[in-house]
């Protein structure tokens, strides 16, 4: 989900679904962590048709030329057991700029529904600039700050996992179409819908 000033009467809000994705994350220890995501922009939604045609047209998002934003995460400081702070480069629009997720893990278990596999969930938050990424058309209509908010959850996609106790590592692979939830969310935000 992301939240963006409009005209100064209200924030917009839009949402982002179907990204993928890989995660590799060691409970025990976040600094080893790392995180690839790909999130397709032309699934951009702001509720109105007209305002989503203006949000990818060249002179804002420039879906055309630039389908898709990624993600990949540099370092991870924890902050607390389940909180960490995760520097990455965001790629937007053919610009890449260092963005920093507010980071918190809220569960690593197994699911409860088939095919019950190891899998995580975070939450996160962050503040970008339209202008650092050189979207800067309609100043004076839409604001410049834009805030995100990421709800996400992996599955293992380790072959073979038959209820045996997970090693430390829990490497996540949002690659494959086979998987329902390789890296998802609920709907209308920054990833697809978990099962």
């Known amino acids: 989900m992301f ?3 409009h005209a100064g009467f209200s924030k917009a809000i839009g949402t982002v679904s179907g990204s993928t994705g890989s995660l590799l994350f060691d409970p025990d220890d976040w600094t080893r962590a790392r995180l690839q995501a ?4 032309a699934r951009v939604d ?3 048709a007209g305002w989503n045609r203006a949000t990818l047209a060249g002179n804002l998002l420039d879906v055309e030329d630039h389908p898709s934003a990624e993600f990949v995460s540099t370092r991870v400081e924890p902050i607390a057991p389940n909180r960490a702070s995760v520097y990455g480069t965001l790629t937007l629009r053919g610009v890449s700029r260092e963005v920093v997720l507010d980071v918190t893990l809220n569960a690593a278990k197994r ?7 190891r899998t995580v969930g975070f939450s996160a938050t ?8 050189g ?9 410049d700050a834009v805030e995100l908010r990421i709800e996400a959850e992996a599955t293992r996609s380790r072959a073979g996992d038959d209820g045996a106790p997970d090693a430390p590592d829990l490497p996540v692979d ?5 998987e329902p939830a390789q890296i998802d969310t609920p709907p209308r ?7």
């Open 46 to 48: 702001l509720g109105d």
């Open 174 to 178: 949002a690659s494959s179409p086979q």
């Open 126 to 133: 962050a503040m970008l600039s339209r202008k650092d990424f």
């Open 38 to 41: 790909s999130v397709p922009m």
């Open 189 to 195: 935000t920054i990833t697809e819908p978990a099962p």
């Open 111 to 117: 699911h409860p529904l088939p095919p019950f596999r």
């Open 135 to 143: 979207i800067d058309a309609w100043p004076s209509v839409i604001g």
């Open 3 to 5: 939240a963006i000033e």
